[in-house]
T-cell receptor, first 114, second 116 residues
Framework: AQSVTQPDIHITVSEGASLELRCNYS??????LFWYVQSPGQGLQLLLK????DTLVQGIKGFEAEFKRSQSSFNLRKPSVHWSDAAEYFC????????????WGLGTSLAVNP | EAGVAQSPRYKIIEKRQSVAFWCNPI?????LYWYQQILGQGPKLLIQ????????DSQLPKDRFSAERLKGVDSTLKIQPAKLEDSAVYLC??????????????FGPGTRLTVT
């Protein structure tokens, strides 16, 4: 069955430090991959997506993610974290065979120290 | 472009009471989703509409939850009667279509439900 794993439940980084949030997926075909961010008390906002083509995708707010088929991974990165990046981050894969339903990870909570 | 609208933002009810949530998707978006998000977890799809037809309601507890999208635009999710375990954030999302490459879902701010 399709699944998404975010191995890190909680991560704390210092402001200005680099960030990498891990996402691994299990999917039989070419996946459609997404990263969403959820700030406290807010809905989910799409950061970036991968459908095909260049495996390094750029998103909003200075985020990028790299699709690595050999590792079944789609890790999210940011070179320099800002305090406003503190939020919950969700990775999701689109299930083409199931009405394009999104399969969600459990999320990674990011805290940023000043 | 206006985003997905939801109301109310917060609701507190007692168990066994009923509650309804409203969602207005982005104009022109054919597909509408209702999710339940329990604290510390990812979103769980409750129901997916394509226009005014149900595409997937496999995880909707149909003994107490119901949803409708009568004119293919806005939607209502109802819980009757509510249980303590229904305390969660209810998220509405919409997407342009459920075909092609339009997987992108746009979310509303959510309704935080507390059942006491």
């Amino acid at each position: 069955a399709q699944s998404v794993t975010q191995p890190d439940i909680h991560i704390t980084v210092s402001e200005g430090a680099s960030l990498e949030l891990r996402c691994n997926y299990s999917y039989g075909a070419t996946p459609y991959l997404f990263w969403y961010v959820q700030s406290p008390g807010q809905g989910l906002q799409l950061l970036l997506k991968y459908f095909s083509g260049d495996t390094l995708v750029q998103g909003i707010k200075g985020f990028e993610a790299e699709f690595k088929r050999s590792q079944s991974s789609f890790n999210l990165r940011k070179p320099s974290v800002h305090w406003s990046d503190a939020a919950e981050y969700f990775c999701a894969v689109g299930d083409a065979g199931n009405n394009r339903k999104l399969i969600w990870g459990l999320g990674t909570s990011l805290a940023v120290n000043p | 472009e206006a985003g997905v609208a939801q109301s109310p933002r917060y609701k507190i009810i007692e168990k066994r009471q009923s509650v309804a949530f409203w969602c207005n998707p982005i104009s022109g978006h054919a597909t509408l989703y209702w999710y339940q998000q329990i604290l510390g977890q990812g979103p769980k799809l409750l129901i997916q509409f394509q226009n005014n037809g149900v595409v997937d309601d496999s995880q909707l507890p149909k003994d107490r939850f119901s949803a409708e999208r009568l004119k293919g635009v806005d939607s209502t999710l109802k819980i009757q009667p509510a249980k303590l375990e229904d305390s969660a954030v209810y998220l509405c999302a919409s997407s342009l279509a459920a075909s092609g490459y339009s997987y992108e879902q746009y979310f509303g701010p959510g309704t935080r439900l507390t059942v006491t």
